[in-house]
């Protein structure tokens, strides 16, 4: 198939941007899942309409995201600089999931070992830019080779995950793990934030983090960031809702099912 014809930075290898590609398809997959699994657990009524919707809704996500840049409308020397508009649109909408009554059912309606166990993605995904950093897509600073360490959030969520569904109560280790992937991905947020071509660039070896306003790249904040940041919200608001219901459940009787707030 040729990249051209579908708007593509092609300066990567196929093997690169078709993993990239599945990977994003494959989180989004599951992200509906999630919202259908959850429904119906809940007993929803409504369950096969919000699956349907959050198909909808993250299918034209992907589709205007990915149009915007093949289309060459996204850049950060613009004025005002689209790129970075687009980016800070991804993580309000990620807040605004992870916040909303969708994130309170997804917290409360997949188990706490899946809700770990799926940020999993950001093991081949770190995989995967490092391979850029080596193509020369991206700069070294934001793979492992750098002063990225997002790999290791990857890499433990698997061991966390199977930990948690062999003791469902390890709600201190699902609260470390959680923060401690928070501040990783901070880190690494911060660091291509500051890699960029704008003024407030403060790194400056080349090249700049630039093709992620090229497709299929945007998905990198549009779809894997935001993704990161619903599933620690969704994460952080199960801890909650354990925390509360362990502290008013009388000692060796099971508390029921509430609400997250």
């Keep these: 198939m040729n990249l051209h014809r579908l708007g593509l930075m092609v300066n990567a290898s196929p093997v690169l941007v078709w993993s990239f590609v599945a990977l994003a398809g494959l989180v989004a997959v599951v992200f509906v899942a999630a919202v259908h699994v959850s429904g119906v657990r809940a007993a929803h ?7 349907l919707l959050a198909a909808a809704a993250t299918t034209v996500w992907l589709a205007v995201t990915f149009a915007l840049a093949a289309s060459g409308r996204l850049s950060f020397t613009s004025r005002p600089p689209t790129a970075g508009i687009l980016i800070a649109a991804a993580i309000a ?27 999993a993605f950001r093991f081949p995904l770190e995989l995967m830019l490092h391979r850029a950093y080596r193509e020369g897509l991206m700069p ?8 990225n360490f997002d790999i290791l959030t990857g ?4 061991v966390v ?3 948690l569904a062999k003791r469902p109560g390890a709600i201190i280790v699902a609260r ?4 401690v992937g928070i501040l990783l991905l901070a880190n690494i947020l911060t660091i291509a934030v500051l890699s960029t071509p704008t003024p407030i660039r403060v790194f400056h070896n080349e090249p700049a983090n630039e093709w992620i306003a090229h497709a299929p790249w945007v998905w ?16 952080f608001r199960r801890l909650r809702h354990e925390s509360r219901v362990s502290g008013h459940a009388p ?4 508390a029921p099912s509430a609400a997250v707030s």
């Design 161 to 163: 995950a199977l930990y």
């Design 251 to 254: 000692r060796g009787v099971a």
């Design 140 to 147: 070294v600073q934001m793979s492992y080779s750098g002063f």
């Design 93 to 119: 909408v990620a807040f605004a999931v992870g916040t909303s009554p969708l994130g309170s059912r997804l917290a409360t309606g997949i188990p706490l070992a899946a809700l770990v166990g799926v940020q």
């Design 220 to 235: 990198l904040p549009a779809v894997f960031v935001a993704a990161a940041i619903v599933g620690h919200i969704v994460v």
């Design 45 to 51: 009524s409504s369950a096969r309409r919000d699956t």
């Design 155 to 158: 890499l433990s969520a698997i």
């Design 176 to 179: 470390v793990w959680n923060a």
